[in-house]
């Protein structure tokens, strides 16, 4: 819509504005997620020629009604423009910016965005599963809240013997957005060769509650199964010695009591 404003003076053609409607230093909107926001941005010409200037936005999902304006001399343009809340955008503040292009200079209007909602940190592991050929933990992190979120992890297994794994919390090098999944992968390099173990994983970030999940494993190399068929038959074959010990030791004494009972 344009609105005829004509200027005091003509001053020169570098002289022309872009601001937020009605004088407002910045562009302020806020709504919850899932609308669609709308605002005005006025484009002052005060030059004697027609001004024609490109709109365009960063940082933010921004629309306008139209992408390229002329604005006629000694005019005001009003330029409506909207932003988008995608339905997954965490509550809170979020900044962008409008800039209007003419070829002789670039003018940026602030956009400050909040959205509204209640904040929940809320963070899940799932799928936890232990590859028994490589060690490798596969697990996937979901975030079920309404903010961001900067996962931590840590790891912990014990086996039939005791603690075979404990890798104490650390941050993960990544962020969930709300309902974003993840899947990722943990090394395990020096797994137990003959064990039954359980493995737990716990993941947290901050303002949310901690969250357990575990998986069962049992490892069996065939080295391991090798040797420790080779204890067996060797503590089978030392029993067999001993028991035809005691009996040739036990035949011994029955010939030597038989032989004293003659007369």
Do not use: C, I
């Not at 570098?14 to 909107?29: C, E, I, K, S, V």
């Amino acid at each position: 819509a344009l609105v005829g404003a004509v200027a005091a003076a003509p001053p020169g053609p570098r002289d022309w504005t872009a601001a937020p409607a009605a004088g407002r230093p910045y562009a302020y909107l806020e709504g919850p997620a899932g609308s669609v926001l709308q605002d005005t941005l006025s484009l002052t010409n005060p030059g004697a020629r027609p001004l024609t200037v490109r709109l365009s936005g960063q940082g933010a999902p921004v629309s306008f009604a139209a992408r390229t304006v002329t604005v006629p001399a000694r005019t005001r343009a009003d330029v409506p423009f909207a932003v988008t809340v995608t339905a997954d955008t965490p509550p809170g503040e979020l900044r962008g910016t409008v800039r209007a292009t003419a070829p002789d200079r670039e003018v940026r209007v602030d956009l400050r965005l909040r959205v509204s909602g209640p904040r929940l940190a809320a963070l899940t592991v799932e799928g936890v599963h232990v590859d028994t050929t490589t060690g490798t933990l596969r697990y996937t992190l979901v975030n079920r809240g309404t903010t961001v979120l900067a996962p931590h992890l840590a790891v912990h297994a014990e086996g039939v013997l005791g603690t075979v794994l404990d890798r104490p919390d650390r941050p993960l090098p990544l962020t969930l957005r709300p309902g974003e999944r993840a899947t990722r992968t943990e090394p395990w390099p020096d797994p137990p060769a003959l064990d039954s173990v359980t493995v737990r994983l716990t993941v947290g970030a901050p303002g949310a509650a901690p969250a357990t999940a575990r998986a069962e494993a049992s490892f069996a190399s065939s080295p391991a199964l090798t040797g420790a068929a080779g204890l067996l038959l060797a503590a089978a074959g030392g029993g067999g010695y001993a028991v035809r010990a005691v009996r040739r030791r036990g035949k011994s004494r029955t010939q030597r009591t038989s032989a004293g009972a003659t007369p």
